[in-house]
């Protein structure tokens, strides 16, 4: 029990550490804007939903996405020490210290040799800003679904969800069509989830049909974990 409890006070900890690193060093010291490349999006047709992995349409009341910053622009902003091993490369941020670009050295997106290789961590207004923070959080969250489950059983049933790309508002706000295809393409049934599909699971999950589950970890993501798996 005492590990336990010890376990639950580390990730609050760790957790607190990061989000509190992060909202009092850009109050100090706010980053520089970065060069953003504006882009057009077609509007929406009036009456006409947007359907997953489909272009050309927009959320309701989005005017348009904005393209992240390019990677490279972002890094010459900051003075770096360069990170080279055989396995790992990217740079060392010494603006507040920050580990914000990391990269896969011969690890691939895809089974295609050409593809691109895999970021594990990329600097603030990229595509893929602070990753680390957000990583721990969903880690963090999956060992507690299992200890919850464990101490709350019988009585208690606890289970979690992890949904892959879903085609919310606020997601389609962020991507534009080009980027909404690319990740479809990643995809194996080619599109994003549907709220209402992962909403599904969590009412099974809540039902008497579910009597006998707990502890358990269920990725909906339209088979990408699985197939980012099978291509190592």
């Not at 959320?59 to 080279?84: F, K, T």
């Not at 709350?152 to 892959?164: D, E, I, Q, S």
């Not at 049909?209 to 339209?222: E, N, R, S």
């Amino acid at each position: 029990m005492d590990q336990q409890r010890n376990l639950f006070v580390a990730i609050g900890i760790s957790i607190a550490i990061l989000i509190g690193f992060q909202i009092f060093y850009e109050r100090v010291f706010p980053p520089k804007p970065a060069p953003v490349s504006q882009t057009q999006t077609a509007p929406a047709v009036s009456g006409q939903a947007a359907s997953p992995g489909q272009g050309g349409a927009t959320a309701p009341g989005v005017q348009g996405a904005v393209q992240p910053a390019s990677r490279e622009n972002v890094l010459a902003q900051s003075p770096r020490v360069a990170i080279a091993t055989p396995r790992l490369k990217g740079s060392i941020n010494l603006t507040g210290g920050r580990i914000d670009d990391l990269t896969l050295v011969g690890y691939r997106e895809t089974v295609d040799p050409d593809s691109p290789e895999i970021v594990l961590l990329a600097p603030k207004s990229t595509g893929y800003p602070y990753y680390a923070d957000y990583n721990t959080t969903k880690a963090g969250v999956i060992e507690l679904t299992k200890s919850m489950a464990l101490e709350l059983a019988p009585k208690v049933r606890v289970n979690a969800v992890a949904p892959g790309y879903v085609l919310t508002p606020m997601q389609r706000a962020e991507y534009t069509d080009a980027m909404l295809d690319e990740v479809n393409q990643k995809i194996p049934i080619r599109r994003h989830a549907q709220p209402e599909e992962i909403a599904a699971l969590f009412a099974f999950l809540a039902s008497d049909d579910a009597q006998f589950i707990t502890g358990a970890i269920y990725t909906i993501d339209g088979g990408e974990t699985a197939g980012a798996l099978a291509s190592r």
